[in-house]
C-alpha cells in the first residue's frame, strides 16, 4: 500500500513516474523515495549531531526551549505537544527545529515577519554546519518534487516555484525514548502534517504507523537510505482535496528512535487556493504563514511566542 518510487526516474521516464506518482498522492498519500541523491554519508552525520545534542542534560537544552520565543525553532521539551487534538495524551518524544537560516540584521527579521528568526544553535563542534547542509539539499529536493506535482496535475512544471522563493521549511530532529508500557502512551499522537510534503528519514527502529482512509493502522516499512515521504495538508487544500493528507503516529518503540522530519511549507506570503483545473474550491484562500500559524497554536501544550 506504501510504494517505492526512484525520483532518478523522473529524469529518465518522467510520464511513467509522474503516474506512479500521481496514484500515491491520490490514494495513500504516502510512498518510499529513493534515488533522491543526498548522500547517506551527510545523513549518518546530521544523525551523529543528533544525538550529541539529545545526549545533553534538560539543563543544557533549556536555554533553546522553542517555548520561550523561538520562533519555531529550537528545543521542544518532552511532554510540551499533543498531536492528536482528539487525546489527552501527551507526546512522548523531544525535538529540536531549524528554520531557513537567516542573520540578526535581515531586514525579515528585523521586522519581525511570521517565522522568521535566527536559529539557535547549541555550542556542538560542526553541529551548525551540518544541519545547514543537509536543511539545504533537503529544501532542493523538495522543491524540485513541485514540478512532478504540477505535472501530475496538469500544470506546468514550474506552477508552484513562485511559492517556495524562501519557504517556511523546517528540519526537525526528532528522538522517541523507549516505551515504558504505560497504558496510553504514544510516541507522536495520530495527527496529520501542516505544510505541502514531509521528507522523513529514520534509522530504522519501527513505530510509524499510518491510517488509510476506510482502513486500519498499517506499518510504514523501512528501506534504507529512502526517505519517507507524505503528502501534508496544505498541499492537500492546495489540490482541492485530488491528493490525501493521511493520519499517521509513533507508537512507543521497543528501542530509542530517531527520525529527521523535513517540513516543507510554503512562503509565507504565498496565497494557498485550490488550483486550476481542480473544481470549485472547496476552502478559502489563505496565506503559507496564516495557516502554520493556526496549526501550531493548536499543537503545543504551551503556546509558541
Not at 528585523?110 to 547549541?122: H, I, K, Q, T
Not at 545547514?132 to 532542493?140: F, I, K, P, Q
Not at 523538495?142 to 496538469?154: K, N, P, V, Y
Not at 510534503?197 to 528501506?223: F, K, S
Request: glycine share 10%; proline share 8%; hydrophobic share 40%.
Amino acid at each position: 500500500m506504501i510504494p517505492i518510487l526512484d525520483w532518478s526516474r523522473f529524469e529518465t521516464d518522467p510520464a511513467g513516474f509522474t503516474q506512479d506518482l500521481g496514484h500515491a498522492c491520490r490514494d495513500t498519500g504516502f510512498f518510499l523515495l529513493s534515488g533522491h541523491g543526498i548522500a547517506q554519508g551527510m545523513i549518518d552525520t546530521v544523525f551523529t549531531k543528533a544525538d550529541a545534542f539529545f545526549s545533553q542534560p534538560a539543563a543544557a537544552k533549556e536555554p533553546l526551549s522553542i517555548l520561550n520565543g523561538g520562533a519555531n525553532r529550537g528545543w521542544t521539551p518532552p511532554g510540551s505537544e499533543n498531536l492528536d487534538d482528539t487525546s489527552d495524551s501527551i507526546d512522548h518524544k523531544e525535538a529540536f527545529n531549524i528554520g531557513l537560516d537567516l542573520a540578526a540584521d535581515d531586514p525579515r527579521v528585523l521586522r519581525a515577519e511570521p517565522f522568521r528568526a535566527v536559529n539557535r544553535w547549541p555550542d556542538i563542534p560542526g553541529f551548525a554546519e551540518t544541519m545547514r547542509g543537509y536543511y539545504d539539499a533537503c529544501l532542493a529536493l523538495g522543491i524540485d518534487m513541485h514540478r512532478a506535482f504540477a505535472r501530475d496535475l496538469g500544470l506546468e512544471e514550474d506552477h508552484f516555484a513562485s511559492s517556495f522563493r524562501a519557504p517556511l521549511a523546517t528540519l526537525r530532529l526528532l528522538s522517541y525514548p523507549p516505551g515504558s508500557g504505560a497504558k496510553g502512551e504514544i510516541g507522536a499522537g495520530a495527527h496529520t502534517d501542516y505544510g505541502s510534503i514531509t521528507l522523513l528519514m529514520t534509522d530504522g527502529e519501527a513505530g510509524l504507523q499510518v491510517r488509510p482512509r476506510g482502513g486500519d493502522w498499517i506499518d510504514v516499512p523501512h528501506v534504507p537510505g529512502a526517505f519517507v515521504v507524505n503528502i501534508a495538508d496544505c498541499l492537500m487544500r492546495w489540490t482541492n482535496d485530488i491528493y490525501v493528507s493521511t493520519p499517521h503516529r509513533v507508537v512507543p518503540p521497543a528501542n530509542r528512535r530517531r527520525s529527521l522530519a523535513f517540513f516543507l511549507d510554503a512562503d509565507p506570503d504565498a496565497v494557498i487556493s485550490a488550483l486550476p483545473g481542480t473544481g470549485a474550491a472547496k476552502y478559502p484562500p489563505v496565506t503559507g504563514a496564516e495557516y502554520l500559524r493556526s496549526r501550531l497554536d493548536a499543537t503545543y501544550v504551551t503556546p509558541v511566542t
